[in-house]
């Protein structure tokens, strides 16, 4: 696979000074470590702080969405892995605002191991309030009564956007973990899998897979799926993908949800626009109303090819956080 890089080894740090010196309006790099960036717009005292953060190779997240209405700062790591908890603590010292700072991240071993260890750091040597809220939207990586250890996916945007607005509001630490735990519980995708990713260290494809066939199930950094089999029409994937995700959601008629048909990477904006064509005709046929709509490239997997779909059911609390604004470098809705 080619790609335009120099040393694979320093792919991350030179991706962050790029990105940093592109956005200056937007984003920062803190001089303490090279992997925390923090916005540039001064928010209030006592506004609850949001953090953000997870591997490389998902451009645009999770850089992208520092701004106003989403993250106040995220913390970079290494591709597809996550980062160390001492970036995590330096964006939460520089973000704090004596309020706390609530951390948003998938649902991964290596996340879940040092967030928490940058929180209990945080807690003990800087006297930081944190709190925690886990996206785990992936409807294929285990059944509903294992709910707990499902993979966070493209679900984790809805998350951001809930848990940032909530931020914004005033709204207290454990009203903004509540409500991005809420947007969490209400929210799930299923993804398809065409062509694999080549890590820029290795060129190694991320998975195996013939030219015929597809993948579905298959998760952001190539973990097997549930079913592998030949490639299918975009509306025989679509009517796949939401079928198993209407399995596993309880709405009815008359209900409202926010719809994300997610590019993975390589797949062009046409095949997103033609599975979203299909996923609006599959939920007016059940009477579930599109209250909002996104397409496109929001959590990819370098240049893997394939998307996911996924829905959020709103009630008033969460409609009014998928309307706030937002004002990001990769991201912004008014």
Known sequence: MKKLINDPKNVVE??????VNAHPD???QLPENNRSLVSVRETKKDKVGILIGGGSGHEPAFMGYVGEGMADGVAVGNIFASPSPQPILE?????DKGAGVVYLYGNYAGDVMNFGM?????????DIEVGAALA???VASAPVDEKEKRRGIAGEFFVYKAAGAA???GYKLEEVVRIAEKANENTRSMGVGLTPCYLPQTNEPSFLIDEDEMEIGLGHHGEPGIEKGKLETADRVADRLVEDILNDMDLEKGDEVAVLVNGLGSTPKMDLYIIYRRVDQILKEQGIKIYRSYVGNY????EMGGCSITLMKLDDELTKTVD????CPMFVQK
């Open 26 to 28: 937007y984003i920062r």
């Open 136 to 138: 785990s939207d992936d």
């Open 167 to 169: 931020a914004d509001f």
């Open 299 to 302: 959590i990819t997997s370098l």
């Open 14 to 19: 030179e991706m962050v000074e790029g990105y």
């Open 91 to 95: 964006v939460t010292k520089a973000i």
């Open 118 to 126: 940058a929180a209990e750091m945080a807690d003990m040597e800087e």
């Open 324 to 327: 706030h604004a937002v004002d």
